[in-house]
């Protein structure tokens, strides 16, 4: 099952009024740090402070009237949760998120301000993936998937759309794009649409260090589930495997994958607040951290694009992050 750039514009012209066409910014301040000309994608201004706001919408649009008197049941650590959460008020139905019991409290928060039930989970000692699949069963509604579906990855394909229409616009051709990755939802979207219009871009990753699940199943060929032994402070990162659907497209078109600590999230963290003025969460700085500490690729480029994926930090972290004690 694949994605085309066909499949994205489709996904383009069902968010259009609904999604924002995030800015594409640039800081003379880090294009002088790092030597390169750099473009960032603020997906932390997409509806939700998220880019998952696109796929979930690009999802739930597409459900037949029987399905959304339904509802939906989706499972998240937090953005995706939002994004579903806001697209079923939008459309009118009922939604039901599955979320780990320590989610950040923001997310929870926003995910209930939305208008979803939330159902807390022991991520230690249950499977939120059969948890959703009983109350699905129970309720005969829709589940959707964080990642591994088609329209999810169209809908967050249509930030790379956006990313390159928006750097052709200011005289850029994309050397390198890096991009967060986690079940690799928003990364293989955005590949499949940059790579059909600017195919000598290279596609790179960024994934915490310990959760390096998508690196070694791109060096194996195939699909590889880890066993964490911590957690990260990018917790919209920590997904154990990439996805069935998503690895295929990863593995034809990402190049590279750079490895983040939590320190260099925290640096990137404090970059983004300081010198750019941003408020970016851990998991949406992922890309930044491994631009700044000298761990993206550049293939002889003379430009970066870098999506900062989200926002949505909670803020007696973000305080500690600014205070240098994480």
């Known amino acids: ?117 939330v159902y807390f989970y022991d991520r230690l000692t249950e499977s939120r993936e059969a948890i959703a699949a009983q109350i699905a069963a129970e309720r005969a509604c829709v589940v959707v998937p964080a990642f591994d579906d088609p329209h999810i990855i169209a809908g967050q394909g249509t930030v790379g759309l956006e990313l390159v229409r928006q750097a052709r616009a200011i005289g850029v051709t994309l050397g390198v794009a890096v991009a967060p990755i986690s079940g690799g939802g928003l990364i293989s979207g955005m590949a499949t649409a940059i790579k059909a219009l600017s195919p000598d871009t290279a596609i790179v990753g960024a994934e915490p260090t310990g959760f390096d699940d998508t690196l070694r199943s791109l060096q194996a060929g195939q699909r590889v589930t880890i066993k964490p032994t911590g957690r990260s402070l990018c917790d919209a990162l920590e997904s154990p495997f990439p996805g069935e659907i998503t690895f295929p497209i990863m593995l034809e078109s990402v190049a590279d994958v750079a490895l983040v600590t939590d320190a260099e999230v925290a640096e990137a963290m404090r970059y983004a607040f300081s010198t750019l003025k941003l408020v970016v969460e851990p998991g949406g700085a992922a890309g930044l951290a491994a631009l700044l500490a000298g761990k993206v690729n550049l293939f002889g480029g003379t430009s970066a694009a870098v999506v900062l994926s989200g926002g949505n930090v909670d803020p007696e972290l973000f305080a500690k992050v600014l205070r240098s004690e994480i």
Do not use: C, W
Not at 21 to 42: D, F, H, Q, W, Y
């Open 1 to 117: 099952m694949s994605v085309s750039l066909a499949d994205i514009d489709a996904a383009a012209g069902r968010l259009a009024g609904h999604a924002v066409e995030t800015p594409l910014i640039e800081s003379p301040a880090l294009n002088e740090r790092m030597g390169v000309r750099v473009l960032l994608k603020l997906e932390t201004l997409q509806r939700v402070g998220a880019f998952k706001f696109r796929g979930a919408y690009n999802r739930l649009v597409q459900l037949t009237p029987d399905e959304r008197t339904r509802g939906v049941v989706a499972f998240s650590s937090g953005n995706h949760a939002q994004g579903v959460a806001l697209a079923a008020k939008l459309l009118g139905m009922p939604a039901l998120i599955v979320m780990p019991l320590d989610a950040p409290a923001v997310k929870v928060a926003a995910t209930k301000g939305y208008g979803a039930e």
